[in-house]
T-cell receptor, first 113, second 114 residues
Framework: DGGITQSPKYLFRKEGQNVTLSCEQNLNHDAMYWYRQDPGQGLRLIYYSQIVNDFQKGDIAEGYSVSREKKESFPLTVTSAQKNPTAFYLC????????????FGSGTRLTVV | AQSVAQPEDQVNVAEGNPLTVKCTYSVSGNPYLFWYVQYPNRGLQFLLKYITGDNLVKGSYGFEAEFNKSQTSFHLKKPSALVSDSALYFCAVRYTDSWGKLQFGAGTQVVVTP
């Protein structure tokens, strides 16, 4: 079955460390997205990518980086510059330009220890 | 610019009663509107969308939503709620400058009691 896989499900980071969250999809979707979810704030867009080797900053990109070397993969790195990284991170994909919605992964919960 | 608001943090309803989750939006041009549901520690699942056409949209799990252009609302409804409908519900609107980005509301927690 097609879908989006996020790993790991839980991740613990020490202060000052960079960590990378994985997102892989086999839906043949061109567009991929990263959102951050905090209680009471809904989902906020971090980065998005329309096609391979291209990506754009979202509303809260500071302290994060991404790459899109393959259509299937859109990893997110949470850098030490992100001052409050503890959150639930969601990856999604879609067919851009159409009226369709997103397909979401199951999320990664990142905790700073 | 666009925005979406969900005015209620939580909605409580008894099983078997009608369920309504409110959403209002602000967007220039014709809106693309969506509803998603999230269960604990899971990703969001698509429920339904409005692009154009009939103002009453039917979706998954018996949910429907009514688009009201004059009130800029897109309320989610279910005639008879189930305990299993207890979850976090998100309304979303497509960015006006975009080919597909969505902006999400803050979410509404639905609690259905037996």
């Amino acid at each position: 079955d097609g879908g989006i896989t996020q790993s790991p499900k839980y991740l613990f980071r020490k202060e000052g460390q960079n960590v990378t969250l994985s997102c892989e999809q086999n839906l043949n979707h061109d567009a991929m997205y990263w959102y951050r979810q905090d209680p009471g704030q809904g989902l906020r867009l971090i980065y998005y990518s329309q096609i391979v080797n291209d990506f754009q900053k979202g509303d809260i990109a500071e302290g994060y980086s991404v790459s899109r070397e393959k259509k299937e993969s859109f990893p997110l790195t949470v850098t030490s510059a992100q001052k409050n990284p503890t959150a639930f991170y969601l990856c999604a994909s879609s067919i851009p330009g159409q009226g369709g919605g997103y397909t979401f992964g199951s999320g990664t919960r990142l905790t700073v220890v | 610019a666009q925005s979406v608001a969900q005015p209620e943090d939580q909605v409580n309803v008894a099983e078997g009663n009608p369920l309504t989750v409110k959403c209002t939006y602000s967007v220039s041009g014709n809106p693309y509107l969506f509803w998603y549901v999230q269960y604990p520690n899971r990703g969001l699942q698509f429920l339904l969308k409005y692009i154009t056409g009939d103002n009453l949209v039917k979706g998954s799990y018996g949910f429907e939503a009514e688009f009201n252009k004059s009130q800029t609302s897109f309320h989610l409804k279910k005639p008879s709620a189930l305990v299993s409908d207890s979850a976090l519900y998100f309304c979303a609107v497509r960015y006006t400058d975009s080919w597909g980005k969505l902006q999400f509301g803050a979410g509404t927690q639905v609690v259905v009691t037996p």
